[in-house]
Each structure stands twice: as structure tokens, then as C-alpha cells.
């Protein structure tokens, strides 16, 4: 059973910094995709950034171009979400979420297993 814990969240002031984990285990993630995700309430989950696990090809949405970095540790079995330059509406819940093969990454929907969340709160 695929399992994805995230931690790394936290209260931070704007123009600060955080690194955001996610532990995945219960497989050989060769060949899957690995995305961030993050949702407020009462919005729809939108998408962050993803990494393929076994080349590291990466993908951001515009929002977080430039201040955000994803990466992936094969040995650890662990994706980061580095976050830069952290604005207030950055505040949100940040999910990783995980498939198999890089078909519509950027959907929700596409997404099998999906961590519990870890929240990201940017202070003005």
C-alpha cells in the first residue's frame, strides 16, 4: 500500500522561506510522477509543481515559477518542495500526491495516492 506522509509545514513571515517533505513508501516509485498540490478552503486543489521520480523532469505552475523548486532524494524515497520568496497567498494546505507514468500531471484527478496535507501559512 503506497503511503505519502508530508511535513515541513509551518508559519513563516513573507519573503521567508520553508522545505516542504514528502516520505512515500509501499513501492518502487520508478516510472510515477510526483506532484505538489496545494488548496485553501472552500477553493478547488490546484497544482503546485511535479517531478518524475526516475529522470527528475520538472513542471511548475506560473504562480510559483522562479520561487519554488521541487526535487527528489531515490535513496531517501522522499520529494521536497523548496519554497522561496513566500507570499501571504501561498497560505494554504499543501498536498504531494503520486501516479504511475507523466500523463496529466497538472490534474487532480489523475493522482492515485495522495498524502494528508501539511499546512503553509505566510504572514504579511
Known amino acids: 500500500q503506497v503511503q505519502l506522509i508530508e511535513s515541513g509545514g509551518g508559519l513563516v513571515q513573507a519573503g521567508g522561506s520553508l522545505r516542504l517533505s514528502c516520505a512515500a513508501s509501499?513501492?518502487?516509485?520508478?516510472?510515477?510522477?510526483m506532484g505538489w498540490f496545494r488548496q485553501a478552503p472552500g477553493k478547488e486543489r490546484e497544482f503546485v509543481a511535479h517531478i518524475t521520480w526516475t529522470s527528475g523532469i520538472t513542471y511548475y505552475a506560473d504562480s510559483v515559477k522562479g520561487r519554488f523548486t521541487i526535487s527528489r532524494d531515490n535513496a531517501k524515497n522522499t520529494v521536497y518542495l523548496q519554497m522561496n520568496s513566500l507570499k501571504p497567498e501561498d497560505t494554504d494546505i499543501y498536498y504531494c500526491?503520486?501516479?504511475?507514468?507523466?500523463?496529466?500531471?497538472?490534474?487532480?484527478?489523475?493522482?492515485?495516492?495522495w498524502g494528508q496535507g501539511t499546512q503553509v501559512t505566510v504572514s504579511p
Open positions: 500526491a503520486t501516479r504511475r507514468y507523466l500523463f496529466r500531471p497538472i490534474e487532480v484527478g489523475s493522482y492515485d495516492y
Open positions: 509501499g513501492r518502487t516509485f520508478s516510472g510515477y510522477v
